[in-house]
Each structure stands twice: as structure tokens, then as C-alpha cells.
């Protein structure tokens, strides 16, 4: 009898195929500046129906439906596909095993918990690839990245912590994997576990500082996150500064990029782009993470059964993971997120007590808050999301406002003054009471201009507060910047006779709360 599968309300009968030809790779496009790609179109809602109503091929499926047909396809398909989907995968997948004899584990709480390991594997980039993104020099053996990856037990919620790589850790004892010899517990930072004992060290220790059980281990290095990259087609990044490091080759002016796998492997490596560092870099690599999860929910990789096996095969292909995660897991994974939106998935970063904490015979470590870890990592235990809950849904028949746009300064840091620059009576108190609707610090005191015949809105700025004045230019598309040497801090806003509204605006890297989150549509690119 033929092996039979449930996908979701589809019973599917398996059936034994000749191999799968390899899908065609589309060419990654390259970044452009500034100008935007286009959107895919979006499929519509449609109303819950009836059994005549599916049967009939709705012409606004349900996503439910839609994905249970993609799923289907990619199940069954001509055959060739399904085969390949179903079995061919896993034979590509290098396996470690970073749960074996593990005891005194942490319990089990609800959902999925993925730890996410980058390692650095530059040996295994070309000599071309190492000159033309800048990874010279040997390989660490060690973590570049650490993030725990948690998936809500109903399916709504991808929850993703990053740990600092620099973390201070007590490693449990254990035996080093390279000397062979014994070592009793001792303090290192985070990213050494798996240099001393792999990826069953690296959990241990994880486990042993979140009391969060891992489910699963993925482990990614330099190579196969670039491949993962290109089979998607690229991820969209959006910035409103210019981003350059010297060590990375990272080049990026304000604006919208798609990134190739390379390009991509430049910017989530960035460490010197800002003051930040490290933590800055963590901050980067969430807001990829968003754009990534966004690229595969949007309709370009769940929905095409082509590019869902072509972008699996790359993965599993190129990745390790433990025995428990194959094909099948990547389905599952595929028809949990088929309702995911940017919003669904949320970042933080563990709360930091001492960022350069330091350690002898080791050096400048990053010390938690334990109070507030030990609280966000009970979170995340219990399936709570970490995002403060979302205001309530707006009144029937009030228009959905528009996406705020990203800034480079924070609005709230912003001091602005409005003068009313024409004869219409109030225009100097609505404009700056739309000003303070998003964000912006006003005097709430407008007055009136010594012009009032002003055509075209006005501000009027110091040069030492230019980035100030860019973020409310923003905010007022249209208005004329106009610099005033010795102006000081204040920006002045003359309101003119062409003035319609406030666009809203928020800090490209918005306040982050108690637990330092942020969710996907806070740092995607805008609509």
C-alpha cells in the first residue's frame, strides 16, 4: 500500500517517481539605488465558505486553501517534484547529534525552540568570493551568530533573540573537542562553546544560561547563507544613512537594496557602521531576518512549489542540523507560516547589565541583566509574546492610516517651532499638532510669520542640526530646507499655502521597551 499523507485537509497519496530534474536558478538581481522593486501583487481575503463554495474554485481563495493546494503541488506535482520535496532533501542534510547524553535538560515549555548558530566556515568560500566580500585571514571555529528562534505553539508568533556573541558564559564541563582533554567548569564568552565542544557544548551552555529547552539545532556558515540568499532571489533592505564598513567592503546609500547572498553576508557582518558594534550588527541582523521571513511569506517562496523545493534544497543542502529536522519539519514549517505577516515575527536582544564586563585571561565581556533575562527567557518559556499587545482594532469604516516612514533621527529629539506663513486662520496650530501626532517635540505655542504670503512650507534650520531637519522635511515631502547659521537646536516650520498634511514618520531603529523588542513591520522596508 502507497504511503498516505495528511496536508492540511488534503489526503495525498504518495507515489514513487524518478528523480527530480534540478529547478532553473533565476539570476539574482543586483542592488540598485534608489528606486524601489515592485510589490507583488497581493491576494485578496476572501470570506469563509462553504464546501460548494471550494469546490466551485473561489476566485478569492482562502490562504488556508491556497497554501494546501501549493503544498499539494509540491507533494504530488508532475511527481518528479513531490519525490524530490519529500525524500531527495534529506539525503543532502549533514547531521550532528547536539543532544546526545544530554541530562538535567531544562522542561519543556509550549511551542518550538530553534537555536540558530552562524559560523564562520570562510573556508569554504572561493578565492574569488573571499576577495571580492573581504574574508581574508583563517577561519575562528567559532559562533559569529546566536539567535534562539522561538515559534508559538499556535503558529502566529515567530519570537527571535539575539544572544551577544561576546556574551559572558560559565561553560559546564566537558571535553574539548580539538585537545581531547577534560576541563572542568570555567568562564568564557559565549561564541568559544563551540570552539571547545561543537554544537552540543553550544547548547548545553545555552540551555544552562535561558533555562529555555532547544528543540531544534540549525547550524548556518558563510557559504550556505549566501547560497540561501541568491535561491530567494535577493532580500530587500531599506536604509535612510549611508552604511559603509572598511573590513566588511559594506557600501550602501540611503535608500531601498536588494542584497545578493554576498552582499547580504557584508551587511549582517557589519561590526563598524556605528558607534554600536556589536550590538548594532545584532540590530542589523534582525531587521534581515524580518526581510527575510517577509521575502518567503509574500507569496514568492511558500506559494511556488518550484521555488519552495529550490529554496529547501539550498537550505538543507548546505546547513547542519540535528536528526529530528528534515523535509518533512521544513513543510510543517511552510504551512505554520502561511498566515504569517511582517508583524507575526518579533526581535529582541537580551538585556545588557555591563556591555565591557571584564574577565580575566579573557578581556572585555558583555554581562547580562539577569533580573531582565531571566524574565524575557520566562517569557518565551511560558509562549508569551514579547511584544507589547497591539492597539485595538480600528473603528469600522475609518481608513487605515499610512505606513509611518523610517528616519534617521527620532522624531521625540526633534524640537520644532510652527509659524503660520499665510492668511488661513489655525493652518499654524493643525500643522503643528499633525507634528506632534508623530512624534515630534513642538512648542505647541505657533505663531504667526512675519510673511504671510509664504507659497511653499519653509524650514528654516541650524547646519549643525542638518540631520534634524532632514527627518522633518520627511515628514512635510515638499517643504524647502533652507539654512540659518546660529539658528541653535530649534527647527522652525513656516507653514505655507501648499501644505496638505504630515507624512508619520519613526526612527529607522525605534525604541525597544523593556525587553528591547521590535517587531517585523517596524524594520522591514515601508510600503
Not at 568564557?188 to 565542544?197: C, D, F, I, T
Not at 500643522?431 to 515630534?440: E, I, K, P, Y
Not at 522633518?472 to 501648499?498: F, H, K, M, N, Y
Request: hydrophobic share 35%; proline share 9%; aromatic share 4%.
Amino acid at each position: 500500500m502507497c504511503p498516505v499523507r495528511r496536508v492540511r485537509h488534503l489526503c495525498v497519496r504518495l507515489v514513487p517517481v524518478g528523480p527530480a530534474a534540478p529547478a532553473e536558478v533565476s539570476p539574482v538581481p543586483q542592488p540598485h539605488r534608489p528606486t524601489r522593486p515592485a510589490r507583488p501583487p497581493q491576494p485578496q481575503r476572501a470570506r469563509r465558505g462553504g464546501a460548494a463554495d471550494r469546490r466551485r474554485g473561489d476566485a478569492r481563495p482562502r490562504w488556508g486553501v491556497r497554501l494546501a493546494a501549493a503544498l499539494a503541488v509540491a507533494v504530488l506535482g508532475s511527481g518528479a517534484i513531490g519525490h524530490a520535496v519529500m525524500t531527495g532533501l534529506d539525503t543532502g542534510i549533514e547531521r550532528v547529534d547536539p543532544f546526545k547524553d544530554m541530562k538535567n535538560r531544562p522542561q519543556a515549555g509550549h511551542g518550538l525552540n530553534f537555536l540558530l548558530v552562524g559560523t564562520d566556515g570562510r573556508d569554504k568560500i572561493t578565492p574569488a568570493d573571499k576577495r571580492a566580500y573581504r574574508l581574508g585571514g583563517a577561519p575562528c571555529h567559532c559562533t559569529d551568530t546566536v539567535m534562539l528562534v522561538h515559534l508559538s505553539a499556535d503558529r502566529e508568533r515567530a519570537s527571535v533573540i539575539s544572544l551577544p556573541r561576546d556574551s559572558y558564559a560559565e561553560l559546564p564541563a566537558h571535553r574539548d573537542e580539538s585537545s581531547g582533554k577534560q576541563h572542568g567548569p570555567h568562564p568564557v564568552k559565549l561564541n568559544a562553546a563551540y570552539a571547545e565542544g561543537g554544537p552540543q557544548l553550544t547548547v548545553r551552555t545555552v540551555e544552562s544560561m535561558t533555562r529555555v529547552k532547544i528543540d531544534h539545532y540549525l547550524e548556518v556558515d558563510f557559504a550556505s547563507f549566501m547560497k540561501t540568499v541568491d535561491a530567494m532571489g535577493g532580500v530587500e533592505i531599506c536604509t535612510v544613512k549611508a552604511l559603509h564598513d572598511q573590513n566588511t567592503g559594506l557600501d550602501l546609500l540611503p535608500g531601498s537594496h536588494r542584497l545578493s547572498g554576498g552582499q547580504a553576508l557584508q551587511y549582517v557582518r557589519s561590526r563598524h557602521v556605528d558607534g554600536a558594534a556589536d550590538l548594532g550588527r545584532m540590530q542589523r541582523q534582525q531587521k534581515f531576518v524580518a526581510a527575510l521571513i517577509k521575502q518567503a511569506t509574500g507569496g514568492g517562496v511558500l506559494l511556488n512549489p518550484v521555488k519552495f523545493k529550490e529554496v529547501s534544497s539550498t537550505l538543507l543542502g548546505s546547513v547542519r542540523a540535528d536528526r529530528g529536522f528534515g523535509s518533512e519539519q521544513m513543510l510543517a514549517l511552510g504551512q505554520a507560516l502561511r498566515d504569517f505577516t511582517p508583524s507575526s515575527s518579533e526581535f529582541a536582544s537580551v538585556p545588557i547589565g555591563n556591555p565591557s564586563y571584564p574577565v580575566k585571561g579573557i578581556g572585555s565581556t558583555v554581562k547580562w541583566d539577569e533580573p531582565k533575562a531571566a524574565k524575557l527567557f520566562e517569557a518565551l518559556r511560558l509562549d508569551r509574546p514579547l511584544a507589547p499587545a497591539a492597539p485595538g482594532s480600528r473603528p469600522a469604516g475609518r481608513p487605515q492610516q499610512p505606513a509611518a516612514v523610517p528616519v534617521d533621527v527620532p522624531p521625540g529629539q526633534i524640537r520644532v517651532r510652527v509659524e503660520n506663513g499665510t492668511r488661513i486662520d489655525g493652518l499654524g496650530g493643525r500643522v503643528d499638532t499633525a507634528l506632534r501626532a508623530t512624534g515630534f517635540d513642538t512648542t505647541r505655542a505657533p505663531g504667526n510669520g512675519a510673511s504671510r504670503d509664504v507659497k511653499r512650507t519653509v524650514i528654516a534650520y541650524d547646519p549643525r542640526w542638518d540631520r534634524s531637519a532632514r527627518t522633518v522635511s520627511t515628514a512635510l515631502p515638499g517643504s524647502e530646507l533652507r539654512a540659518v547659521a546660529g539658528q541653535g537646536r530649534t527647527v522652525l516650520v513656516i507653514a505655507g499655502a501648499d501644505y496638505r498634511k504630515v507624512v508619520p514618520v519613526r526612527p529607522e531603529d525605534p525604541p525597544q521597551g523593556e525587553y528591547g523588542v521590535v517587531t517585523g513591520d517596524q524594520v522591514i522596508c515601508g510600503k
